[in-house]
């Protein structure tokens, strides 16, 4: 069974420019999560989703932060114009009932992202 | 609010002894705790949870961890280090009311030859 699914792995990119993060959650999991990684802050949890609806964006850094859950097999992040301060690591995970404090989350293997 | 401390930045212990990484939390209501491991360029796998019950859970490559509740600790443990443990291992929790994990800083695990 395939786990969650990220891309791209790496990402240079220049301050102003568009960047488009993609994941797609083990099937059958109903909720998804967006984390940041960083040397400073550590984990942070930026967006989750349950079955495709966001519940809490209360960690997105500002509006040039955007995600988006289309459907139960593929999520979104964007960053729109980035800045060299969000370049990090971007791990998505997926679980199988987000609603439930028992659930475990699985994690994909990041994206790398640098803004230069 | 829900908190987690990992107190030590790193833990050095030589291969075959005893190892222990420590993890202490806060949160209002039953903890969900979690550990995690993180290799290199990798994402972070799961390891072992602890929900109710018995207060020793056993986890995968032969980890396991001791639940005190009124230590409010979660310590990650195995009997025997391998240098293959070599990583970085984060804590989480979660209570009954939130659905978002809280992570600790990580601790990272050398395991010298």
């Known amino acids: 069974d395939a786990g969650v699914i990220q891309s791209p792995r790496h990402e240079v990119t220049e301050m102003g420019q568009e960047v488009t993060l993609r994941c797609k959650p083990i099937s059958g999991h109903n909720s998804l999560f967006w984390y940041r990684q960083t040397m400073m802050r550590g984990l942070e949890l930026l967006i989750y989703f349950n079955n495709n609806v966001p519940i809490d964006d209360s960690g997105m850094p500002e509006d040039r932060f955007s995600a988006k859950m289309p459907n139960a097999s593929f999520s979104t992040l964007k960053i729109q114009p980035s800045e060299p301060r969000d370049s990090a690591v971007y791990f998505c995970a997926s679980s199988l009932d987000g609603t439930r404090g028992t659930d475990t989350q699985y994690f994909g293997p990041g994206t790398r992202l640098t803004v230069l | ?113």
């Open chain 2, 1 to 113: 609010a829900q908190s987690v401390a990992q107190p030590e930045d790193q833990v050095n212990v030589a291969e075959g002894n005893p190892l222990t990484v420590k993890c202490t939390y806060s949160v209002s209501g039953n903890p969900y705790l979690f550990w995690y491991v993180q290799y290199p360029n990798r994402g972070l796998q799961f390891l072992l949870k602890y929900i109710t019950g018995d207060n020793l859970v056993k986890g995968s490559y032969g980890f396991e961890a001791e639940f005190n509740k009124s230590q409010t600790s979660f310590h990650l443990k195995k009997p025997s280090a391998l240098v293959s443990d070599s990583a970085l291992y984060f804590c989480a929790v979660r209570d009954g009311t939130r659905r978002a994990l809280t992570f600790g800083s990580g601790t990272r695990l050398q395991v010298q030859p």
